[in-house]
């Protein structure tokens, strides 16, 4: 019986150096979509798996220098053309697309604008390197996909709407966390807030912590733990931990550890300055935690109108948000938390894998 083999290609080279919420999302669409793709693309390199951890950080790292001298250099107009490639391809990020020569039938998934509509938050080059992406992808016009209608909505306003399809896809709760085992974390008081995400600038855990120091809920007993790995600004954010009393500051935990937490947590605080999703969030409602969050964006889009919204900008409101939480009587959290819920609903793997595929065809329908 002649085999025939699956259509597309996709490129992954994301996976090299991120184990974000991004690298989760994309992992479990792929692995739902193996009928559909060949090989996935790690750098210039195909393989049906990620590579060892040794490998992965080379090939990274050739990655980064090529996109850089394409970028900086314009090297794809000089010694080194663009990667052409026959079939049609699934970019998981739109750095990637200034390796290749983009064609009108390929995917791409676009997570948020933040370098283009929100640069200071990000290293130096990122806005050039993303200006560069998007400028390739207005030219090409793919298939847009997008994790929030937020994400979508700036991609428009930078790129225009005459683009074959602009979906959302909305990421998935990880279904991981669902699983019963925990592990106590240790040392942190009965009565705690929590914060789960990338530590710097971009989810302002500096203005978190100022409010939380202004809140006063520290001499009540409270702590405040914020978890995750570092990012731009994150020496501020460790800097300012190491001097305010009651924060909690431990970097990255394991998965039976952010459950315990998530369960014995009384608020989650995320007034992010900037979210394509905000898949933590999500998380945190899924575990009956009713968040303080930022108004407006991706993170209203996520949670509904029953979350308490402050401006991330103001500490006094933010402070005003986690004393609100702390507060708030067994009647209110339970009325919020249904509608809280019920919004969460939507962000199933089902539901995500089912609009994904239909994307994919698509595309091969093309």
Same mark, same amino acid.
């Given at each position: 019986?002649?085999?025939?083999? %699956? %259509?597309?290609?996709?490129?992954?080279?994301? @996976?090299?150096?991120?184990?974000?919420?991004?690298?989760?999302?994309?992992?479990?669409?792929?692995?739902?979509?193996?009928?559909?793709?060949?090989?996935?693309?790690? =750098?210039?390199?195909?393989?049906?798996?990620?590579? %060892?951890?040794?490998? #992965?950080?080379v090939l990274g790292r050739l990655a980064r220098i090529e996109v850089d001298l394409r970028v900086r250099s314009y090297?794809?107009?000089?010694?080194?053309?663009?990667?052409?490639?026959?079939?049609?391809?699934?970019?998981?990020?739109?750095?990637? /697309?200034?390796?290749?020569?983009?064609?009108?039938?390929?995917?791409?998934? /676009?997570?948020?604008?933040?370098?283009?509509?929100?640069?200071?938050?990000?290293?130096?080059?990122?806005?050039?390197?993303?200006?560069?992406?998007?400028?390739?992808?207005?030219?090409?016009?793919?298939?847009?996909?997008?994790?929030?209608?937020?994400?979508?909505?700036?991609?428009?306003?930078?790129?225009?709407?005459?683009?074959?399809?602009?979906q959302v896809v909305y990421p998935p709760i990880r279904s991981g966390l669902e699983q019963r085992d925990e592990e106590? !974390?240790?040392? $942190?008081?009965?009565?705690?807030?929590?914060?789960?995400?990338?530590?710097?600038?971009?989810?302002?855990?500096?203005?978190?912590?100022?409010?939380?120091?202004?809140?006063?809920?520290?001499?009540?007993?409270?702590?405040?733990?914020? /978890?995750?790995?570092?990012? %731009?600004?994150?020496?501020?954010?460790?800097?300012?931990?190491?001097?305010? #009393?009651?924060?909690?500051?431990?970097?990255?935990?394991?998965?039976?550890?952010?459950? =315990?937490?998530?369960?014995?947590?009384?608020? !989650?605080?995320?007034?992010?300055?900037?979210?394509?999703?905000?898949?933590?969030?999500?998380?945190?409602?899924?575990?009956?935690?009713?968040?303080?969050?930022?108004?407006?964006?991706?993170?209203?889009? $996520?949670?509904? /109108?029953?979350?308490? !919204?402050?401006?991330?900008?103001?500490?006094?409101?933010?402070?005003?948000?986690?004393?609100?939480?702390?507060?708030?009587?067994?009647?209110?959290?339970?009325?919020?938390?249904?509608?809280?819920?019920?919004?969460?609903?939507?962000?199933?793997?089902?539901?995500? $894998?089912?609009? =994904?595929?239909? @994307?994919?065809?698509?595309?091969? #329908?093309?």
């Amino acid at each position: 019986m002649l085999r025939v083999s %699956p %259509p597309l290609d996709c490129e992954f080279t994301l @996976a090299l150096n991120n184990r974000t919420g991004k690298y989760f999302f994309c992992k479990d669409m792929i692995d739902a979509s193996r009928d559909l793709i060949r090989n996935c693309y790690y =750098w210039r390199i195909p393989l049906k798996n990620l590579p %060892p951890k040794y490998i #992965a950080r080379v090939l990274g790292r050739l990655a980064r220098i090529e996109v850089d001298l394409r970028v900086r250099s314009y090297l794809s107009h000089t010694s080194l053309a663009p990667i052409s490639h026959p079939r049609p391809m699934v970019f998981t990020d739109p750095r990637e /697309c200034v390796l290749y020569n983009l064609k009108s039938n390929d995917v791409v998934l /676009c997570h948020d604008m933040g370098p283009i509509t929100h640069p200071d938050l990000y290293e130096p080059g990122v806005r050039e390197l993303y200006t560069h992406a998007f400028d390739v992808i207005k030219a090409a016009r793919p298939f847009m996909l997008f994790v929030s209608e937020a994400s979508r909505r700036d991609f428009v306003n930078c790129c225009g709407s005459e683009f074959p399809l602009l979906q959302v896809v909305y990421p998935p709760i990880r279904s991981g966390l669902e699983q019963r085992d925990e592990e106590v !974390f240790p040392d $942190v008081p009965s009565k705690f807030l929590l914060t789960v995400g990338s530590i710097g600038a971009r989810k302002n855990q500096l203005r978190s912590i100022q409010a939380f120091d202004v809140s006063g809920l520290a001499k009540e007993g409270y702590a405040y733990v914020i /978890c995750g790995g570092p990012e %731009p600004g994150a020496e501020a954010v460790i800097t300012l931990a190491q001097t305010t #009393a009651g924060i909690i500051l431990p970097g990255y935990v394991n998965d039976d550890q952010l459950r =315990w937490l998530y369960r014995k947590a009384q608020g !989650f605080i995320l007034p992010s300055l900037l979210e394509g999703f905000g898949l933590p969030a999500a998380e945190a409602i899924n575990y009956g935690l009713v968040p303080v969050l930022s108004g407006r964006g991706a993170l209203e889009e $996520v949670a509904g /109108c029953a979350a308490v !919204f402050v401006n991330p900008l103001d500490v006094a409101d933010i402070a005003a948000g986690m004393r609100k939480i702390a507060a708030m009587t067994n009647e209110e959290r339970a009325s919020r938390l249904s509608q809280l819920q019920l919004s969460v609903t939507r962000f199933s793997l089902e539901k995500a $894998v089912a609009t =994904w595929r239909w @994307a994919l065809m698509r595309a091969i #329908a093309c």
